[in-house]
């Protein structure tokens, strides 16, 4: 053997071991690299690619080399003709092939796909094109997410993305409009700039940090502020973003505006407590605030005093001037009332003309209880005895005297029902003395 022939054989062996390792490399990338040839009468094939194709395209690369019909027949038939078409355009210009497509799997799934590729003119006319294509699905569905979390955020319910040092990072526009506040002015801020000095006396927020800890998760009703200070009610939920390493890295704060729903519950609470003609409480009310107060009592010995207060004409006026002019004596009588004792004391209509006074915190020592009860209760008869104007021009000002019962609480454990009993025995005493009278249940 020659040395010109032993040099050439060690050149082929040469280039034997680079094309091995060229393929062995190629089979090894996470994509398909390919040479895609379109001849001039419109026939095209892959003349060459790697083993990744029969991975991701589900045909053997063999199947392709004679067409590439076989691959097209897999392109989703939304986005075939597109394709197809960018193919031509790159074939005409001699520019980048590059397009997304889906892939119809034999078993229905669906793949996203990207490809890239350079392409060259042949001498024949037809065109060459060398290039890769790779799985983007996981990408697309990641953006898909992200597309559709993008929209989520911007509903109609206010949301922020805080930081897990509660530095809001993120807001979207209904929590703008909600509240007033531009995102220029939120973001960097911590989320206390949202909270209000006013909050519901159930909420303990040291309660709500340990739940969010402990299940990534609070819900509760929170006070909020607007740009121009006023306070709103909102059904406010805390979710917590947790890392790889299970660590908070973010909150999402959802709020919505109660301030409607709030508006019933008081209109109903109204209804179940209060009396619908004077906004007084009622028997249910005062019965409630009347067991807390005896409690108080007790446990403070500190007296109380309940005022039974009957309106002694009442009724000749309303049969006389009717039920119009009878409610506006009515609401007078309590205006009078509730204009007259302290913020701590409770004025209620037990209905008709019967109304209730109770006082708290009248002292330790019974006997001054007993004078400052006095005192209370001549200034509400004096007030209820002046003259009473009414909106009707042809009905004079009227006087209706009143007779006040008395009895005092505390010191002694006394039900409620045995007070009201004391109250009410005495206001019978008052009347039976020939009305506009004051008497103690002694």
């Known amino acids: ?39 001039p009468d419109g026939r095209s094939c892959f003349p060459y690619m790697n083993s990744v194709a029969q991975d991701l395209f589900g045909l053997e690369p063999e199947r392709l080399r004679e067409s590439a019909e076989p691959l097209f027949c897999r392109i989703h038939r ?46 024949d006319g037809g065109v060459l094109w060398h290039g890769f294509i790779t799985d983007v699905t996981k990408r697309r569905e990641a953006e898909e997410q992200l597309r559709v979390a993008a929209v989520a955020f911007e509903t109609h ?40 000095d006013r909050q519901p006396a159930e909420l303990d927020l040291d309660a709500a940090r340990k739940t969010l800890e402990k299940q990534g998760r609070w819900s509760g009703e929170l006070w909020c502020n607007r740009s121009d200070g006023e306070a709103f009610p909102a059904w406010v939920t805390v979710t917590a973003v947790r890392n790889e390493r299970r660590r908070v890295s973010h909150y999402v704060v959802a709020a919505t505006d109660i301030t409607d729903r709030k508006q019933v519950e008081n209109r109903i609470r109204d209804l179940a407590y209060r009396d619908p003609l004077t906004g007084l409480p009622n028997r249910r009310l005062l019965e409630d605030r009347l067991d807390q ?46 204009s007259r004792i302290r913020d701590t004391d409770t004025v209620s209509r037990l209905g008709g003309d019967e109304f209730v006074v109770m006082l708290t915190d009248l002292g330790l020592d019974r006997l001054a209880a007993r004078e400052r009860a006095l005192t209370v209760a001549e200034t509400l008869r004096s007030a209820l005895n002046s003259p009473y104007q009414f909106d009707d021009a042809a009905v004079p000002a009227l006087r209706s005297s009143c007779s006040i019962g008395i009895s005092l609480f505390g010191g002694l454990a006394r039900s409620r029902r045995e007070l009201l009993k004391r109250a009410d025995a005495a206001l019978y005493q008052a009347k039976q003395a020939g009305r506009n009278r004051l008497r103690f249940f002694d």
């Open 1 to 39: 053997m020659t040395a010109s022939s032993d040099g050439s054989t060690q050149q082929q062996r040469m280039d034997a071991g680079e094309v091995e390792t060229l393929a062995r490399l190629a089979d090894a990338l996470p994509g398909v690299i390919f040479q895609y040839l379109l001849h």
């Open 293 to 338: 107060a005896i409690a108080a009592a007790l446990r403070h010995q500190r007296h109380g005093a309940l005022l039974f207060i009957d309106l002694d004409d009442f009724k000749r006026l309303n049969d006389n001037w009717g039920h119009d002019v009878g409610d506006q004596l009515l609401v007078e009588a309590a205006r009078r009332l509730e």
């Open 157 to 196: 319910e206010a949301m922020l993305v805080s930081n897990r040092r509660g530095q809001i990072i993120r807001v979207n526009r209904a929590l703008t409009e909600l509240t007033g506040f531009r995102s220029a002015q939120i973001l960097g801020h911590l989320l206390g700039i949202f909270i209000s």
């Open 78 to 123: 939304a986005d075939v003709d597109r394709i197809r078409r960018s193919i031509l355009v790159s074939a005409e210009t001699l520019e980048p092939w590059h397009e997304e497509g889906r892939l119809v799997m034999p078993d229905g799934t669906v793949r996203w796909i990207e490809g890239n590729s350079v392409p060259t003119r042949q001498d």
